[in-house]
């Protein structure tokens, strides 16, 4: 199966049987350490990762798989088969952060991973930790889950370069066709919304919410301008909320029956629009629980919310279909300081936490976010945290050492 990796001879793999994950006591779960910090950030993890493991009485298996530069320079290519071929037979994978080039060059492997193995849910969880700097006045009101759906929207690639012969023909075709004039110096992209995607990525949210006693679904989307795409995204939207008969009610319904309060059991549907969804978050933050969107909406709002609690140098996230996961932090690579065990390793730890739960592991999930409040909280930080809070300055892997000491006093 594997051309240039072994897997590990110990350990069980996952299984999913009947719509359920199988989860053996001592899972392989490939990683990827990925470009830049993830050689800082991803070792710094697995530590705080192990410790949870233990402490709930089980053991991670790690399984070391390649994509940027090292699987360049291993394989002469960024994403081999064989690491897409080890995701899909062990089913759940952590991932340091990959580079992606701005305008030429290759395109985006997160994005990649997500359209080959139909991850089409990226699942960003927003909230809080205690100690941390934030430019809200009440940041501990955030609680947010943003659901993004992931394999179609702008992010699809259906895109060609100003003057080439695709785009070329495609604006003739236009302007023959159809009447519609488009300059010919344009670079031309296509955004597909299908029915079927729409309809999966809300119908993920709602039984999370429902799962995990949420309030509120809002979908958000710019309908009122593309109205065939984004509009059809609030539409189809609302139509998988009635199939869930009287679980989900309309915000109408919550004002005419219920004056306004959630009842226990229930989850509100509602839609915004994407621009006034921005200003909704700061404005009237504790209204708004998950967040469900198409693909470009979600990549800002979620960067967006993770500003509101500190930044992406503490933001998880993870992309997920019911039978398999990737987890990663959602900040970059930042080359410039690969190497110097200096940045904050919060975003990956945290992201591992979202793997626990993924693999049903939630009491160990809930210690390891514990743990990384209690560090902060004690201000003992890498740089960033450093020169706002001061407290202990501490390098990226002295920092998940402090953490695992604190998880094992849970």
């Known amino acids: 199966m594997f051309e240039k990796i072994k897997p590990p001879e110990e350990g069980e793999k996952i299984r999913y049987e009947d719509g359920k994950l199988i989860v053996p006591d001592n899972p392989i779960i490939p990683y990827i350490e990925g470009d830049g910090i993830g050689v800082d950030v991803v070792p710094a993890a697995l530590m705080v990762l192990d410790a949870a493991a233990e402490k709930i009485g089980k053991e991670i298996v790690w399984f070391e798989i390649y994509a940027g530069e090292k699987a360049y320079k291993l394989y002469g290519e960024y994403l081999p088969k064989d690491t897409l071929n080890a995701i899909r037979e062990f089913r759940v994978a952590l991932k340091g952060p990959l580079t992606t080039p701005v305008g030429g060059g290759y395109r985006s492997l997160n994005v990649t991973i997500r359209q080959v193995l139909d991850l089409y849910a990226c699942v960003r969880p927003v909230y809080y930790l205690k100690g941390v700097p934030s430019p809200l006045k009440n940041p501990e009101k955030v609680n947010l889950v943003i659901f993004r759906e992931t394999t179609e929207d702008v992010y699809a690639g259906i895109e060609w370069p100003r003057g080439s012969k695709e785009a070329l023909k495609i604006i003739e075709f236009l302007r023959k066709e159809f009447g519609i004039e488009v300059r010919e110096d344009s670079g031309i992209g296509l955004k597909p919304i299908s029915e079927f995607a729409t309809k999966r990525i809300v119908r993920l949210a709602i ?204």
């Not at 005419?256 to 700061?282: C, H, S, T």
């Not at 969107?293 to 919310?305: C, E, K, Q, V």
């Not at 976010?369 to 002295?398: C, F, N, P, S, W």
């Open 207 to 410: 039984r999370y919410a429902l799962e995990n006693e949420r309030r509120v679904v809002t979908l958000m989307h710019k309908g009122n301008i593309m109205k065939y795409t984004e509009g059809a995204f609030r539409e189809w939207g609302y139509e998988v909320a009635k199939e869930f008969g009287d679980k989900v009610i309309t915000e109408e319904e919550l004002w005419e029956k219920y004056d306004g309060e959630v009842p226990y059991g229930k989850v509100v549907i509602n839609d915004r629009i994407a621009d006034n969804m921005f200003q909704q978050l700061l404005t009237r933050t504790d209204e708004y629980d998950v967040i469900v969107t198409p693909n470009l909406n979600g990549d800002y709002i979620s960067d967006m919310a993770a500003g509101l609690v500190g930044g992406l140098g503490i933001a998880p996230g993870s992309n997920i279909r019911e039978d398999m996961g990737v987890f990663e932090p959602v900040h970059g690579s930042a080359p410039k300081y690969a190497g110097q065990n200096k940045v904050n390793p919060t975003a990956e730890i945290l992201s591992g936490a979202l793997m626990f739960e993924f693999l049903g592991w939630k009491e160990g999930a809930e210690m390891i976010k514990k743990a990384v409040e209690m560090t902060i909280q004690q201000k003992i930080v890498t740089y960033d945290l450093h020169r706002h809070i001061g407290g202990t300055l501490v390098g990226t892997r002295e920092f998940a050492q402090a953490v695992v000491e604190n998880l094992q006093s849970l």
